[in-house]
């Protein structure tokens, strides 16, 4: 199976299971950018971002010393999130 990568941002796990040779003509996130925008900003990768660095600044313990999220600690650490930000729409 061919893997592509988003045509706007270049998220290399945007296509999981795309099964055609052709690449994917637009963003899976957003189907109305046909093509890599001149900024080169998606948005869906950019509420991921935004979405990492406040589960960082709510428990910064919860990440070890290169911040990457400690296994053990990702419920807590989510569920602060979800406390924090009651109705927000997670970026997945």
């Not at 189907?31 to 890599?36: E, G, V």
Request: proline letters at 14%; aromatic letters at 6%.
């Amino acid at each position: 199976m061919p893997r592509h990568a988003c045509p706007v941002c270049g998220d290399p796990n945007a296509f999981p299971i795309w099964i055609e040779d052709i690449p994917p003509p637009t963003c899976p996130n957003d189907p109305a950018w046909p093509r890599r925008s001149v900024e080169g900003i998606c948005q869906h990768q950019l509420r991921k971002a935004e979405q990492a660095t406040a589960l960082r600044r709510i428990t910064p313990d919860a990440f070890d010393a290169n911040g990457t999220l400690i296994p053990s600690e990702s419920g807590r650490a989510w569920r602060n999130y979800l406390t924090a930000n009651p109705g927000i729409r997670l970026a997945l």
